[in-house]
DNA sequence: TTGTTTTACGTTAACGTACACGTTATGCTA
DNA sequence: TAGCATAACGTGTACGTTAACGTAAAACAA
């Protein structure tokens, strides 16, 4: 009785009590509860010098600290998900889904695949889309994603100007942000995911030579109605150009830029070139309009080998037709999956990315494209 | 002070007190304890019809059951791992990595990394290796295996027989299986990753009809000990000429089948063929041996069209080195790394893999093999 | 001196599940 | 009908971490 007498007046020796109780119990060896047994603190100062806040003496952190290396100690991170119950919110901003071309329906697909692997970790994704041919759409889609104040961004900077601008208010946020598809080299950021286009461009040139002769001409085609903003396609004409030297092979090459993107305008554009240079025998599409130069090959009646860009339906049916012969192709899919994998990496503590995570640079022929994308 | 002595008669007033609080507190929506609360039970009984657990009165069951339905009761993984602190087990029997090949470094390397990730959630990996060449080393690591009570299995089965007879015991045992580089399909697992090995021939056709004339001639090398046993290679030959069949290609093919692995041996082999096939301009060597020839062409300064499988350091060097045209790669490191992630998925609950994962046909070249394993 | 702020730390209630154990209620045997 | 087994359910607590809250004591101000 006089046990719980004394427990009337100072509460708090109940609790020492059952402390003791749990000491008899148990005999700790992980976890903040053993760090705090043996500084001789609580969990609470343990848990404060875990996260860097404040309120802790430099001495009681160095003893702490000194501790947590001795023990190797290694927060148990299903019990941190859930007693932090946190709900992180990833934002997602890339070109949305045009008629002209579905090649980003694939990292859409991947971002979401790897959202659906997050989810139970607490994650959600929000999304916002521009338009490719308008800055005004990014600019605006940017302000709306800052205002959602996400914990983590994707970003696909394809407008380098407006990208960059948004990059500075997001790093001034301190919120760690991924590239994807293409890159600011000079921007901060957790890595940049996609592909390295010289080499792709190289690696179609390899793939050129070996199914042509020595003589034969090739000509490279870039489509794009802002081409001098489009430092992709010139990357890879460069890789493409810089193997032809390197391997001393002396066929000629000639570039064709066409500012049109329709049908009829690439079409006038092919013709009259092939008319000016009979000899050519293969043709470099540089982006994933090779869809376009099939079809007018086709139509013509030509046999030419046909090198492009990209695992979009419209070229795979010329793929399978015969009339593209490879595409060039860097996971588009495996971009958006790892892209949202490496935030949730990092967020969560599992590990740090590379800068820069190039993709393998597939070549999808008629024979192996049915396996590329599973 | 009567709160206090009333504590002392009964102490569960305290604690019911306590519930009381906790009830104010909070409105639960979701868990077990949303569960109890709808069906007037504890969390307790929910739990027990959770388990399929004995002790719960059938009306009971049903009630919970309706109520685990409507509210379609997800359970959290973490409260549970953390709750029953189980460590899951997942056990591995893939070959060794010989001197000869080091093909299963890179499979190997792929369970590794998909394991340092799910490390955190409690699940350790045991390895178990096997020679290639023994099928008795195979029994006895099988057996080593099981004697370990894994809770998920990744298998190679390279011994067919061997492999059933142990799937059989798998499966009695209920574990969680999937097959690694080649399939049993009559034997139920949770999925195969692998290749398919007709198509990956059938590709290897196409680039060798791209490369050469119509009138040269091809040879089809298979090097292999236990030629009858190593189906691998019979179906890449099968897809290599039916490749030929199908495109009304009249390129004549001869099929050389060298059942020693010495270079000595091979040298011979090949050398007597090119004296009786002397138009033979192009090799497909239908496994990873293709470096062996490789060398055997540089030794006696041939340039002919190489190609062949895997993406082995010794293979690569003779793609470097301008020997070998084409190299046919399945990601044997995804392979690794999907396995382990498709068991992980699945006692997570997070999804169930399809029955067959294929993986992409890929095609490494002097101009791409760099990004190949990043 | 007294009052106020700050520092440094302890305590405790969640988070959702699992399970050992205690308590009734019910049925069955001798 | 006493005695006992067992079915059916409740309770308490552990799991490891987080973070809000509380509170001494120290530092400082008046």
């Known amino acids: 009785m006089s046990f719980y007498l004394h427990l009337h007046i100072h509460p708090k020796s109940f609790y020492y009590i059952c402390g003791l109780n749990k000491m008899i119990k148990k005999t700790e060896l992980t976890g903040v509860k053993e760090i705090a047994r043996r500084a001789n603190v609580s969990i609470g100062t343990v848990d404060r010098v875990i996260h860097n806040r404040k309120g802790v003496s430099d001495a009681t952190r160095q003893k702490i600290n000194l501790i947590i290396e001795e023990i190797n100690y290694q927060p148990n991170k299903m019990a941190s998900l859930l007693a932090s119950k946190k709900i992180l919110n990833f934002a997602v901003l890339i070109p949305d889904i045009s008629v002209e071309t579905d090649y980003w329906t694939y990292p859409l697909n991947g971002i979401e695949q790897a959202g659906e692997e997050v989810k139970q970790f607490g994650i959600t994704i929000q999304y916002f889309f521009y338009d490719l041919h308008s800055r005004d759409s990014f600019n605006k889609a940017a302000e709306e994603l800052l205002n959602c104040n996400p914990q983590a961004i994707l970003l696909a900077p394809s407008f380098i100007e407006e990208s960059t601008a948004m990059v500075k208010r997001i790093n001034e946020l301190n919120i760690p942000l991924v590239f994807i598809n293409s890159d600011l080299p000079k921007q901060p950021s957790l890595t940049y995911i996609g592909p390295e286009l010289y080499q792709s461009g190289r690696l179609a040139a390899q793939l050129t030579s070996l199914s042509i002769a020595h003589e034969d001409e090739i ?49 006038n554009a092919v013709l009259e070139a092939l008319q000016q240079n009979p000899n050519v025998k293969a043709f470099f599409v540089t982006n994933s309009r090779v869809n376009i130069v099939a079809n007018i ?65 597939d070549i999808i022929t008629k024979e192996n494209y049915q396996f590329y994308n599973s």
Chains 1, 2 share one sequence.
């Open 297 to 361: 090959l086709k139509k013509h009646n030509k046999t030419h080998l046909l090198v492009g860009y990209d695992f979009l339906k419209s070229n795979i049916n010329y793929l399978i037709d015969g009339q593209i012969n490879f595409l060039i192709c860097q996971r588009p899919k495996e971009q958006g999956y790892l892209a949202i994998m490496a935030l949730y990496k990092y967020l969560f503590n599992i590990n740090e990315p590379e800068k820069a995570i190039y993709m393998p640079i």
């Open 219 to 267: 000509m490279i085609i870039n489509i794009s109605t802002d081409l001098e903003n489009d430092h992709h396609l010139v990357r890879k004409e460069q890789g493409f150009r810089t193997y032809f030297n390197d391997s001393k092979l002396t066929n000629p090459i000639t570039t064709l830029n066409i500012y049109e993107t329709h049908i009829a305008s690439v079409e």
